[in-house]
């Protein structure tokens, strides 16, 4: 009997310690999935309820489309700068589509006119008279461009700061030029092309908040022209002639004031 009870006493306490040990790993088990939880589901939807409050404010207080039109001066450096003489304004215009509160992509035109004047003969024109220049050259500057905005945050800043909506932009241009000889009749207009780019920054003064802005734009250009290393306009050593220019290099820069239109 005492035999029976020992043996029954051993097994009840195998059998509770068995059940003890598997109830432990359950619990272990249970508390390892609910600490800490899945960190890269947390993650994802923590990037994608900021995202939805970055649009839903974008939508509320961005702007989506701006039509701008503007004047200013455009002006040339170098020996394309020393011959030519500005005739301002240049015009400009174009449309803007805005990504987000920094990032915008455009299209856009511009035109200036500018002058210089052949009063001596030189390599390309009246050699045969290196006292009768050519006379007066008009250039007429069409370019076409597709440009890149962004706008700098300026939420930590002053009001006055933040309120300007400063930019810094690039554009990729292409640059058609035609010379047209005014005193001279028999000669025919030149004309040609060639690719540059731009790159510079602007401030918009809200008139309107959201409706409409003014602007100012500061660029500088570099292009490649058709006539860029002309040897034409070179003066007539030979003929003891001093007047001319080696060629005709030099980059350019532009100053615009704009009226922006928004939506």
Known sequence: MT???????LFALLTSGHAFAVGLDIDMDDDDLNIGGDIFSDFNEDIENSKVLEDERFYKHGRFFTFQIGIGVTSFTGNRGAAYEDQPPSFTMGLNYFLDF????????????????????????QED?????????????????????????????GTAVTYSNPYLTGRFEYWYMTNTFIDQED???????????????????????????IGIEVLWH?????????QDYQPLAD?????????????????????????
């Open 3 to 9: 035999k029976m009870l020992s043996h029954f006493l």
């Open 102 to 125: 920094s990032s915008s992509f455009g299209l856009g035109v511009a035109f200036s006119k500018h002058h210089f004047f052949l009063e001596k003969g030189v390599k390309g024109y």
């Open 129 to 157: 008279d290196p006292s009768n220049g050519a006379g007066m050259v008009e250039v007429s500057m069409l370019r076409a461009f597709f440009n890149y905005r962004y706008y700098i945050d300026t939420v930590n800043l």
């Open 187 to 213: 000669f025919a207009d030149e004309s040609g092309g060639g690719v540059g780019f731009g790159i510079g920054g602007g401030l918009e003064f809200p008139i309107v908040i959201k409706e409409s802005y």
């Open 222 to 230: 570099t292009v490649n022209l058709p006539d860029k290393y002309t």
């Open 239 to 263: 003929k003891g002639q001093s007047f001319g220019y080696e060629d005709f290099t030099g980059d350019a820069y532009t100053v615009t004031i704009t009226y922006v239109m928004s939506w």
